[in-house]
């Protein structure tokens, strides 16, 4: 019963390099989601995919690119690192119904120094 | 567009206190709505949620919450606070229309003292 997996689970980057952060489900979920927590802003959305082959913008996109491999997989992908994108980062996975609740992984803490 | 406010950024409670979180949601119809919680270092788990009938919704943990439309609000309560349900504590609402993405609230650390 793995649930969402993300890898890494810490990351240390320096301004300008680039990464991409893991997710996979495993529950035969429709949509996932990426968002990134920082302290007193709860939760923000970056992009979500509400069906495999299709992603979309969320809240704070900008300096941020998305792959819905296919229906287990979404990756997010920081072109060029700025310290602004030091967070902690979520991916979460749903059925797609509004009344059907967000699976999340642990988080992946990534600083940019 | 739909949001969410929870208005207490800390709540410090004693063990064995009742607890009530507040929940306010903005929302042009019948919202979904949800609680989840968030242990240090963790992920969100799902606490308690509400889409339709009772308004008054029990969850894990000995945890409740009641849906008031005419006040726009779902505040969770507790009657007995453990120590160990000291964490993060979100509220989300999901449209009920278009893609249903959960939107949340901006979370309330809660701090049990012995």
């Known amino acids: 019963n793995a649930g969402v997996t993300q890898t890494p689970k810490f990351q240390v980057l320096k301004t300008g390099q680039s990464m991409t952060l893991q997710c996979a489900q495993d529950?035969?979920?429709?949509?996932m989601y990426w968002y990134r927590q920082d302290p007193g802003m709860g939760l923000r959305l970056i992009y979500y995919?509400?069906?495999?082959?299709?992603?979309d913008k969320g809240e704070v996109p900008n300096g941020y690119n998305v792959s819905r491999l296919n229906k287990r997989e979404f990756s997010l992908r920081l072109e060029s690192a700025a310290p602004s994108q030091t967070s902690v980062y979520f991916c979460?996975?749903?059925?797609?119904?509004?009344?059907?609740?967000?699976?999340f992984g642990q988080g992946t803490r990534l600083t940019v120094v | 567009a739909q949001s969410v406010t929870q208005p207490d950024i800390h709540i410090t409670v004693s063990e064995g206190a009742s607890l009530e979180l507040r929940c306010n949601y903005s929302?042009?119809?019948?919202?979904?709505l949800f609680w989840y919680v968030q242990s240090p270092g963790q992920g969100l788990q799902l606490l308690l949620k509400?889409?339709?009938?009772?308004?008054l919704v029990q969850g894990i943990k000995g945890f409740e919450a009641e849906f008031k439309r005419s006040q726009s609000s779902f505040n969770l309560r507790k009657p007995s606070v453990h120590w160990s349900d000291a964490a993060e504590y979100f509220c989300?609402?999901?449209?009920?229309?278009?893609?249903?993405?959960?939107?949340f609230g901006r979370g309330t650390s809660l701090i049990v003292h012995p």
């Open positions: 929302y042009g119809a019948t919202p979904y």
């Open positions: 989300a609402l999901h449209a009920s229309g278009g893609s249903y993405i959960p939107t």
């Open positions: 509400y889409f339709s009938g009772d308004t």
């Open positions: 979460a996975s749903s059925e797609g119904g509004g009344y059907t609740e967000a699976f």
């Open positions: 529950m035969n979920h429709n949509s």
């Open positions: 995919s509400a069906s495999e082959g299709t992603t």
